[in-house]
């Protein structure tokens, strides 16, 4: 005997046997994070690692983690730079950059970012050509919320490359 199912039950099974096998990679887990917009105006490959840039007053912070499983990703070297009240972002004293901790964790000291274009803003990157984890290239332009905030963190999450 031949069971007929009503077309509508069909074509629900088999839309959701199409979901549960075709989930998003974003969805099984943390999502990357995109490139940002400007994210690589001014910048400088290959800045050195420092302990700070210039005179410091404004702490710029941030975690790195993997694509997925979300897992902190360790000796990570992130780039960072800004237009501040000691010089311009195309100026090689507003660019430097430091490694991760084991719990992806990273923070530099700077001197107080002023709004460069109408927007108080910074540049951060994690460039694969300068890093051995095997990640993609990441450059992020975050806003500040406000021209007198002396912090900005950040979150990048990099895919493998």
């Known amino acids: 005997m031949t069971t007929s199912l009503p077309r509508r039950t069909v074509l629900a099974t088999g839309s959701a046997a199409l979901l549960t ?3 998003p990679a974003r969805a099984q887990g943390v999502a990357p994070t995109p490139t940002m917009r400007g994210g ?3 910048y400088r490959p290959g800045a050195p690692i420092v302990d700070r ?3 410091g ?3 710029m912070t941030g975690t790195v983690l993997r694509a997925g499983d979300g897992a902190p990703i360790r000796n990570a070297r992130i780039q960072m730079w800004a237009h501040t009240t000691e010089g311009h972002e195309r ?3 507003s660019h430097g ?3 991760t901790d084991a719990q992806g964790r990273f923070q ?9 274009f109408g927007q ?3 540049h951060l990157a994690y460039d694969a050509e300068f890093d051995d984890n095997g990640f993609e290239t990441v450059f992020l332009r975050p806003i500040m919320r406000s021209a007198s905030d002396t912090t900005l963190d950040v979150q990048f999450v990099l895919v493998p490359a």
């Open 21 to 23: 096998t075709a989930i």
């Open 40 to 42: 690589a105006n001014n």
């Open 53 to 55: 840039i210039g005179g």
């Open 57 to 59: 007053g404004f702490l």
């Open 91 to 93: 100026d090689e004293r």
């Open 97 to 99: 950059a430091t490694l």
């Open 108 to 116: 530099m000291d700077m001197p107080q970012i002023v709004p460069a």
């Open 120 to 122: 108080p803003h910074g």
